[in-house]
């Protein structure tokens, strides 16, 4: 018999699968955070199957994974940023007016 591996697709259509998929990966912020929306909506409605729920909980744990790159990513070109705004601003705050 075949496991409870069943991923849900971005149409919301339960497929078969492993690991996280190459689409997911790829996914924009918005893409995954709307997907993710929907997943918890379909989740929270009930009348799924739990095979059904299991896919979607699963996809959902991958959505949020890859919101949550994402958001790391974001965070970490800020640090970055303000990292630099810091060092120019001391750089020439040395010189004096």
Sequence with gaps: ????????????????????SEAARALGYEQARDELIEVVRRLEAGGTTLEESLALWERGEELAKVCRRWLDGARARLD????????????SGDGGE
């Design 80 to 91: 970055a940023a303000l990292a630099e705004e810091e060092e120019e601003g001391a750089a």
């Design 1 to 20: 018999m075949g496991g409870m591996t069943s991923k849900v697709s971005e149409s919301g259509a339960v497929t078969g699968g492993g690991g996280p």
